[in-house]
């Protein structure tokens, strides 16, 4: 029993004439009849009664044609599914992000994918860039939202592409003395506890904090460190110390915490898209579609 044979039942129960069901399927009438009779043959039953004048269908028939149409709209929708698979407009896609990139690029990102591809399911994991660039290499994740450049193994492995430029801004708990000023030299925080996050979990960005503290004449006494933005933000809030953080983090408008511009500006950090060189999941090459053009350098 094939597909072929189903089509031919079922059109044969429609049109109650071999010519005509023939015709529609695009065969000849006796390779039709005979798929018919083969079929009829290997379920040990007769779908349809002939006589000279009429075909009409039986018991049996009537019983099998229901769960023929039913088995080849199943086999269209499996075709179908599979297709859209194929051009990347459904599955699963797993995401991992920075805590900085969820205040604004990540939601931007999500809502163009969401509203272009709404069959994909997408799978978010917020972890840090080392995480990232290691679960990347080894295939657990798709897509990754970070700040390049990556090191070691997996910076073989990856392609990156930046999306995003920001500014580095101190955080400051809100009633600390620096606060009311509108920006302030980085050299004004010489003296205070840092929070800041381990090295091996973003090793450029962390290279970038530091390089600012000693071109200003110190070395950041980190006194508290965290893994999550939003989790040295809170404990900022909380008057463990200060911090330099992506400007994005500025969104969440915390009565808490001051956000304040250095002086000069410090340079930019770059968000980055991250895959795996030349990964053949269409899924990976629909997300890339949507990015948008590369920022322009500060």
Do not use: C
């Not at 039709?32 to 009664?49: A, W």
């Not at 199943?74 to 859209?84: D, G, I």
């Not at 709404?118 to 970070?146: F, H, N, S």
């Amino acid at each position: 029993m094939n597909l072929h044979q189903l089509r031919y039942a079922v059109a044969l129960a429609e049109e109650l004439s071999f010519s005509r069901a023939a015709q529609r399927e695009g065969v000849r009438q006796p390779p039709f009849s005979q798929q018919i009779g083969k079929l009829e043959e290997e379920l040990g039953v007769r779908l349809f009664e002939r006589t000279t004048r009429q075909v009409r269908l039986t018991p049996a028939g009537e019983a099998f044609v229901a769960e023929a149409r039913a088995s080849l709209a199943h086999a269209a929708r499996a075709a179908e599914s599979a297709r859209r698979v194929g051009r990347g407009e459904a599955g699963r896609l797993v995401v991992g992000f920075v805590g900085s990139a969820a205040n604004l690029t990540l939601p931007k990102l999500l809502r163009r994918f969401r509203a272009r591809y709404p069959g994909v399911q997408v799978e978010l994991r917020e972890l840090p860039t080392a995480q990232q660039a290691e679960e990347l290499r080894q295939g657990l994740l798709d897509v990754g939202l970070l700040h390049a450049p990556v090191a070691g193994l997996a910076a073989e492995v990856l392609t990156t592409r930046t999306v995003a430029r920001e500014l580095l801004l101190a955080a400051l708990p809100a009633g600390h003395r620096q606060a009311a000023r509108t920006s302030l030299p980085l050299s004004a925080l010489a003296d205070e506890p840092f929070v800041l996050f381990p090295r091996r979990y973003g090793p450029a960005l962390h290279d970038q904090i530091t390089a600012l503290a000693r071109a200003a004449g110190f070395e950041p006494r980190v006194v508290q460190e965290a893994v999550q933005m939003h989790t040295i933000v809170g404990l900022v809030a909380a008057g463990i110390g200060v911090s330099l953080v992506p400007e994005s983090l500025a969104r969440q408008r915390r009565a808490d915490v001051a956000f304040r511009p250095l002086s000069p500006a410090a340079r930019v950090v770059t968000l980055d898209v991250a895959w795996r060189t030349g990964d053949p999941n269409p899924l990976i090459r629909t997300f890339r579609s949507l990015l948008p053009a590369p920022p322009a350098r500060a």
